[in-house]
């Protein structure tokens, strides 16, 4: 079947203009989680969504960051006012949430390199 | 913040060696994942050990965990030139599911 989707997978941006990063997560899969690597910070915890509960947004650095999820699906990270140390690989990914088998598994979507001039 | 420390930082060995990487972390968990990562981009999950258990198995990969002393191993035996890529351990400290990465091993295998 289809695995995580994400779009663009790149994105070249000026210095203070916003973006939004996309994320189609794998049907059925009720857990949706971003993260982003970059060279100086290795892979971080961005945002975590499960189902219809409050977003976990304790990993988000600043409040130039923010994520929404609709209708339980697509996921878009946006980041306004980039900055230069925002350049990374945003990754997403998604689990189908449980405590059996391979329930736990996440599943990685290939990414989105953000460049910030 | 990252959970631990993943040891070599980089391997490079022949094929048809073997491979050994370790990964330490700081906190309790309920499981511990090692990832694959080829090119930057992303991540290919390749077995997860849960806390209560101290050693799994899968095709060439074998994985041991010992909460005593926090750490986890991830052999890869009998190594092929496909095998090049980064690795990372993950580890999941609650119920969220929110992984807690190491710094990653980027292993070379030569033809």
């Known amino acids: 079947g289809a695995g995580v989707s994400q779009s663009p997978s790149n994105k070249v941006t000026e210095k203070g203009k916003d973006v939004e990063l996309r994320c189609d997560p794998i049907?059925?899969?009720?857990?949706l989680y971003w993260y982003r690597q970059s060279l100086g910070q290795g892979l971080e915890f961005l945002i975590y969504?499960?189902?219809?509960?409050?977003?976990?947004k304790s990993g988000l650095p600043s409040d130039r960051f923010s994520a929404e999820r609709t209708g339980g699906s697509v996921s878009t990270l946006t980041i306004q006012r980039t900055q230069q140390e925002d350049s990374a690989v945003y990754l997403c990914?998604?689990?189908?949430?449980?405590?059996?088998?391979?329930?736990?598994?996440?599943?990685f979507g290939p990414g989105t390199r953000l460049l910030v001039l | 913040s990252q959970q631990g420390e993943e040891d070599p930082q980089a391997l490079s060995i022949q094929e048809g060696e073997n491979a050994t990487m370790n990964c330490s972390y700081k906190t309790s968990i309920n499981n511990l994942q090692w990832y694959r990562q080829n090119s930057g981009r992303g991540l290919v999950h390749l077995i997860l050990i849960r806390s209560n258990e101290r050693e799994k198995h899968s095709g060439r990969l074998r994985v041991t965990l010992d909460t005593s002393k926090k750490s986890s191993s991830l052999l890869i035996t009998a190594s092929r030139a496909a095998d090049t890529a980064s690795y990372f351990c993950?580890?999941?400290?609650?119920?969220?599911?929110?992984?807690?990465f190491g710094q990653g091993t980027t292993l070379q295998v030569k033809p």
């Open positions: 990914a998604s689990r189908k949430k449980g405590l059996a088998g391979d329930q736990e598994t996440q599943y």
């Open positions: 049907s059925g899969h009720t857990a």
């Open positions: 969504f499960q189902g219809n509960s409050a977003p976990d």
């Open positions: 993950a580890t999941d400290e609650g119920n969220t599911g929110k992984l807690i």
